[in-house]
Each structure stands twice: as structure tokens, then as C-alpha cells.
């Protein structure tokens, strides 16, 4: 039986073995729920960068560049990190270099993996079937916030490992956790994320419709997976 583990945050992935494992990025509020939707809005390919000089210099090469950091949009670059702005018509079949304060560095951290999927709310279906027909030992990703863990991304690995444990072994404590805390609050997510420390960051800077959005599950069937280091479905 395949193995289910759930890393709460990218500075304790040095413990984790990631040879022939499936990594699943986790970064709920907002940069996987809009690599998901951009997807699915039709854009070619997403190169995710963990500075913001590295998608600068993307830019002059072609691509959309997205960046992000604290929340807000940063000057001189063309989009935010809003679902919403990642559905525009204008951007399918673009290239997007994207970088963000959480994600991305999530995913960079990540590339040695056997398979690196993204996942989020939208997309759990897609993401609970990927792991299922794989087979193989996954570890479940939060990107957290700067380095500390969030409640978001511990309740997506959380819905992860509740779709999953009679196929799964339920490999450490914080995968046992996480499932505990999707079960206790699956039925009122926004409520109990209400509390949460990036949803109140979020709410300051007035993002209220964004939350919403990442908190529907499995709105979207499709699920974008690193290739050489870009995104693609």
C-alpha cells in the first residue's frame, strides 16, 4: 500500500525523502487555485520562479510575468495573484513566468520529485484521482506562510488524505492531523477560516471574493504537473 505523507510547510521538506515520490504543491490562498484556473481558462504553460529578478527576466523573453508578494500585486509586472485576473481571455494560449511569496518557492523546492502536481480546492478531484491510478508514495506539500504552517493548505492535505486513506497508508502524524481538521470543518471552511491568520492578511487588502472562489472543491478537472521545470496539463 502506497504511502500518504503531508509536509506542513516547505522548511521541513529536508526531512523527507523525495526519490520516486509524487510531490502535490499546496497553496490554497491564492498561487495553486490560480495556476489551476489559469489552466483551465486555457493558458499554455506557467514557469514558476521564486524571485522576483528571475520573472523580470522571463519577461523580456516573452512571457506574461505574475508576481506577488505579501498579498499584493508588485509594481511593474502584469498580473496579480487573483484567480479571477488569471481568467481573462486575453492570456490563452500565453506563457506565464510567475512568482509568488509561498507557492512558487514550493514548487522550485520540489523539482528533484519523481512527479510534481499542483493542487488546490478547485482541482481535489483531479488531484485525489492522479494519486489513486499513480500508486506511488506522495507527499503532501503546504506551502504555509514564510515559512510557518497555515490552516488553508493543512486543510486541503487534509481533504487529500480523507479521499484517499482507505488506499493510502497514512505515513506521519501531520497527515493524521490535517484529516482530522478537514473532517472537523469540511462542512463550513469560510467560518473556521475566519480565524485564520492569511485570511485576515486577505481581508485587509479587501479580497473577500477570492476566498470564496479557492474554497469550492473540484470546480475544474484538470491538474497541471512540472515538466522541466514548467507547468503544464
Known amino acids: 500500500m502506497p504511502k500518504l505523507d503531508v509536509c506542513l510547510t516547505p522548511e521541513l521538506l529536508p526531512l523527507f525523502n523525495l526519490e520516486d515520490k509524487i510531490v502535490v504543491i499546496i497553496d490554497v490562498l491564492r498561487a495553486t487555485s490560480c495556476m489551476v484556473t489559469g489552466f483551465a481558462h486555457g493558458i499554455s504553460e506557467i514557469l514558476p520562479v521564486a524571485t522576483l529578478e528571475e520573472s523580470a527576466t522571463y519577461g523580456l523573453l516573452g512571457y506574461i ?6 498579498g499584493l500585486k508588485v509594481d511593474g509586472f502584469d498580473l496579480d495573484n487573483s484567480p479571477f485576473s488569471y481568467m481573462d481571455p486575453v492570456l490563452r ?6 512568482t509568488t511569496t509561498n507557492g512558487t518557492k514550493a514548487v522550485v523546492l520540489s ?22 491510478i499513480r500508486g506511488l508514495d506522495a507527499i503532501l506539500l503546504c506551502a504555509g506562510w514564510k515559512g510557518q504552517v497555515n ?20 505515513g506521519n502524524d501531520s497527515a493524521l492531523i490535517a484529516e482530522n481538521l478537514y473532517a472537523m470543518h469540511k462542512n463550513h471552511l469560510g467560518e473556521f477560516l475566519k480565524e485564520s ?3 485576515k492578511r486577505l481581508n485587509r487588502l479587501k479580497i473577500y471574493k477570492d ?23
Open 151 to 170: 490552516a488553508e493548505d493543512t486543510l486541503f492535505a487534509g481533504a487529500v488524505v480523507g479521499h484517499l486513506k482507505d488506499t493510502f497508508q497514512i
Open 197 to 199: 491568520s492569511h485570511y
Open 93 to 98: 494560449g500565453k506563457k506565464i513566468c510567475v
Open 65 to 70: 510575468t505574475a508576481a506577488e508578494r505579501n
Open 111 to 132: 523539482s528533484s520529485a519523481k512527479k510534481v502536481i499542483i493542487g488546490s480546492f478547485l482541482n481535489l478531484k483531479a488531484v485525489c484521482d492522479y494519486l489513486y
Open 211 to 233: 476566498i470564496d472562489f479557492c474554497l469550492q472543491h473540484s470546480l475544474y478537472d484538470c491538474l497541471p504537473r512540472l515538466e522541466k521545470n514548467v507547468l503544464v496539463v
